[in-house]
Structures are given as C-alpha cells and as structure tokens.
C-alpha cells in the first residue's frame, strides 16, 4: 500500500505543496534474471527496483538491458502493484547511456541514480532523459500511471 504526504518546500514565499509518495519497501532484482524479476513483482513491497548496475557482471549489461525493457512492456504497472523502478549505471561510468537508449522506450515511471557524486551530472542525465523522450515518445505524456 502506498501512503502520500504533502511537503512544503520553502524555496519562496508561496511554499508550494508537493505531494510525495512514500515507499515503506522496495525489493531489488537483478536485471539479468527474469524469474527473480517476476516473482518480485507478486509481492506486496511498495516498489520493485530492477537493477541494470552492481547487480549485472559487465558481459550481461546488454541482454540485462533488453529483458528489462521486455518485462516493463509485458508488465505495466496497475493500481495495487509495486511501482516499477530500474537503477541504471552510474554516470560516471559508460554504461548509462546505453541503459537509457534501452529501458526509456519502455518508459519506467522511475530510475534509481546511483553514486551520484557529480552536482553537474544529473542535469545531464536530464538533457538526456528529455531527448530520449522525445525520440522515443514524442506525442506522449509523463510517464506512470
């Protein structure tokens, strides 16, 4: 079961309301394993995180890519489910592009960054994300459900 809050941000004198998701449990599988990937999606944690980065040995990053986008497609999220997430590699490495170019065109309603240590790099990885959207999406809204 997911539980919302709202936050107020204090960055100006209007502190919008931002209403947040809370997630008590997210299982992590490896993206290189379907069963596993599967099965997780029968349990009753509040997210389901495939991961594409430590849990993948570099010879599998590429299938992992592809089984991945398959079960996001063959899969899509519904109301009581886990909410689906995949932890792509970390921007400092060469293997996050490529993650992207394959799980964004299934349109996960959330990536995982990891090690994000570069300030600088996740406006890249916006850039990236927008141009992805638009190449791979272009007619379509925000992702989720």
């Known amino acids: 079961m997911n539980h919302r809050i709202d936050i107020l941000i204090p960055r100006n004198r209007g502190c919008p309301v931002v209403t947040v998701e809370v997630r008590r449990s997210v299982v992590f599988t490896p993206g290189d394993q379907e069963k596993r990937m599967l099965k997780a999606l029968t349990l009753s944690a509040d997210m389901v995180c495939?991961?594409?980065?430590?849990?993948?040995?570099?010879?599998?990053?590429?299938?992992?890519?592809?089984?991945?986008?398959?079960?996001?497609?063959?899969?899509?999220e519904t109301t009581g489910a886990p909410a689906r997430c995949v932890r792509i590699n970390a921007l400092s490495s060469d293997e996050w592009r490529s993650d992207l170019g394959i799980v964004m065109q299934a349109r996960p309603p959330a990536l995982l960054v990891p090690k994000a240590e570069d300030p600088a790099a996740v406006p890249r990885l916006s850039v990236d994300l927008d141009a992805g959207e638009a190449r791979n999406h272009p007619h379509a809204g925000p992702p989720g459900p």
């Open 50 to 76: 495939f991961d594409l980065e430590d849990a993948v040995t570099p010879d599998a990053k590429e299938p992992a890519r592809q089984l991945v986008k398959s079960v996001l497609d063959a899969m899509p």
